[in-house]
C-alpha cells in the first residue's frame, strides 16, 4: 500500500438527527430504527473492504468490540472496534444520530503515511489526501459524483445483470452476512433487541 503497512482505521458516519420526534423511523425500534443499521453499516462495510483484503467467505474470522448509547430501546451512539487478523490492524468505528461527521470522515494510518476520504458523508466521499511521512507535499484526488443515492449500488446490479452473474465479486450474499451478523451481536452486546428478533 502507498502508505506502506496499515495499523489503524479511525471512520465515523454521524448525522445529527436529535431534533427528529421519537415517533420518526430512525428513532422507532419497531422499524429497524438507530445509529447502527442506518449510519454505521457504511463506516464498517468500509473498514472491511479497506482492512480485511478478503469478503465473504474467504474473510478470516474478525474480533468485535463494541459500546453503545440507547435511548428507549434504540442505538442513538455505537462505536465498534473490530481486529482483522489478516493484517494484524484495527478499524476503529462509530456513527451517532447526536452529531455531525466531520469533512475528513475517514483516516488510514500507516507506517509510511495516512490517507484521508473527505466528502459530505462517508456514503459520498469527494477527496482523498494522502500524506506520507518522507514527503512535505499532500497528494489529493477529487472526484464527482454524478447524483445522489445508490446509484454505485444500482450500477453493480445492473453490470452483474448483464454479465449474467447472481452477486458481485465485491459484495458477494456472503459478505453481506457477515456485516449483518457482527451488526446483530453489537445489538446484542448494546442490548439492542428488535420485535422482529
Same mark, same amino acid.
Request: proline residues 4%; hydrophobic residues 40%.
Given at each position: 500500500?502507498?502508505? &506502506?503497512?496499515?495499523? #489503524?482505521?479511525?471512520?465515523?458516519?454521524?448525522?445529527?438527527? /436529535?431534533?427528529?420526534?421519537?415517533?420518526?423511523?430512525?428513532?422507532?425500534?419497531?422499524l429497524? &430504527?438507530?445509529?447502527?443499521?442506518?449510519?454505521?453499516?457504511?463506516?464498517?462495510?468500509?473498514?472491511?473492504?479497506?482492512l480485511?483484503?478478503?469478503?465473504?467467505?474467504?474473510?478470516?474470522? /474478525?474480533?468485535?468490540?463494541? #459500546?453503545?448509547?440507547? =435511548?428507549?430501546?434504540?442505538?442513538?451512539? =455505537?462505536?465498534? %472496534? %473490530?481486529?482483522?487478523?489478516?493484517?494484524?490492524?484495527? &478499524?476503529?468505528?462509530?456513527?451517532s444520530?447526536?452529531?455531525?461527521?466531520?469533512?475528513?470522515?475517514?483516516?488510514?494510518?500507516g507506517?509510511?503515511? %495516512?490517507?484521508?476520504?473527505?466528502?459530505?458523508?462517508?456514503?459520498?466521499?469527494? /477527496?482523498i489526501?494522502?500524506? #506520507?511521512?518522507? /514527503?512535505?507535499?499532500d497528494?489529493v484526488?477529487?472526484?464527482?459524483?454524478?447524483?445522489?443515492?445508490?446509484?454505485?449500488?444500482?450500477?453493480?446490479?445492473?453490470?452483474?445483470?448483464?454479465a449474467?452473474?447472481?452477486?458481485?465479486?465485491?459484495?458477494?450474499?456472503?459478505?453481506? #452476512?457477515?456485516?449483518?451478523? =457482527?451488526?446483530?451481536?453489537?445489538?446484542?452486546?448494546? &442490548? %439492542? =433487541?428488535?420485535?422482529?428478533?
Amino acid at each position: 500500500m502507498v502508505i &506502506g503497512k496499515v495499523s #489503524r482505521m479511525f471512520c465515523d458516519f454521524s448525522c445529527d438527527m /436529535s431534533a427528529l420526534p421519537s415517533t420518526s423511523r430512525i428513532k422507532d425500534r419497531n422499524l429497524g &430504527g438507530g445509529a447502527l443499521l442506518d449510519l454505521g453499516i457504511y463506516s464498517l462495510t468500509l473498514s472491511n473492504l479497506i482492512l480485511d483484503g478478503q469478503v465473504g467467505e474467504k474473510a478470516l474470522q /474478525s474480533e468485535i468490540s463494541s #459500546r453503545m448509547t440507547v =435511548v428507549d430501546g434504540v442505538d442513538h451512539s =455505537v462505536a465498534i %472496534v %473490530v481486529s482483522y487478523p489478516s493484517k494484524q490492524c484495527l &478499524g476503529i468505528l462509530t456513527a451517532s444520530l447526536e452529531s455531525t461527521t466531520e469533512r475528513e470522515f475517514c483516516r488510514i494510518e500507516g507506517s509510511k503515511g %495516512v490517507i484521508v476520504l473527505s466528502g459530505p458523508m462517508a456514503a459520498k466521499p469527494t /477527496s482523498i489526501r494522502i500524506q #506520507r511521512y518522507n /514527503s512535505s507535499a499532500d497528494e489529493v484526488r477529487k472526484f464527482e459524483h454524478p447524483g445522489n443515492g445508490f446509484y454505485f449500488e444500482a450500477n453493480s446490479v445492473a453490470s452483474c445483470i448483464l454479465a449474467g452473474k447472481l452477486e458481485s465479486n465485491v459484495m458477494p450474499l456472503a459478505e453481506t #452476512r457477515r456485516i449483518a451478523a =457482527v451488526m446483530d451481536e453489537v445489538r446484542k452486546v448494546g &442490548g %439492542v =433487541v428488535y420485535p422482529q428478533d
